[in-house]
């Protein structure tokens, strides 16, 4: 039984793998208007490294951290309460590999959701940089314009001359 429940972790642990998040940018970014393709790779190979530093890490990296961490979390735990609730039974041997099993499932599950959070975290961190990285090199970002200058209103007119009001209209007769 504790070998089938770790085939089954295993398996899981593998599957978690498969869905990872991007390791580059995953928004658009095109060439500014004028600027050669060549320029604009030149641009993106000093961009993906800033914006992989002011993420931090890379979102893959987040999220693996997490799933494993979860795993491991699980197991011992499940071992703990496994072996507790093994020993009342008479079994405390089995008992903690089986809870170790479980452990190792509910804690790769919690860990996975996780780290799936932390890596779409850490990707948006990463693309909001990468954005702007490129942005200040002049590079479109689609759904992006520059700032408008400030309009400017007509200047209001002056006030009336100073002095005494005019005197009221005469009365009809």
């Known amino acids: ?3 089938r429940v770790t085939a089954i972790g295993i398996v899981v642990l593998l599957f978690t793998g498969c869905a990872t998040v991007p390791t580059g940018p995953s928004v658009m970014v095109l060439p500014g208007t004028g600027k050669t393709f060549e320029r604009f790779q030149a641009d993106d190979a000093v961009c993906r490294p800033w914006a992989l530093q002011q993420a931090g890490t890379q979102p893959g990296t987040a999220a693996t951290r997490d799933t ?16 507790a609730i093994g020993a009342a039974a008479g079994h405390p041997g089995a008992g903690a590999a089986i809870g170790a099993g479980g452990g190792l499932l509910g804690g790769t599950a ?18 909001m940089a990468y954005q702007q990285c490129m942005y200040a090199k002049g590079n479109q970002i689609p759904g992006a314009r520059r700032a408008a200058p ?13 002095g005494p009001p005019p005197p009221p209209p005469p009365a009809p007769s």
Do not use: E, F, K
Request: charged fraction near 5%; charge should be positive.
């Open 1 to 3: 039984m504790p070998a």
């Open 150 to 162: 400030p309009a400017y209103l007509a200047p209001l007119p002056p006030p009336p001359p100073a």
């Open 110 to 127: 919690i860990g996975a959701s996780a780290g799936q959070s932390a890596g779409y975290s850490v990707q948006r961190r990463y693309d």
């Open 68 to 83: 494993l961490t979860g795993a491991a979390v699980g197991a011992v735990v499940g071992a703990g309460l496994g072996a």
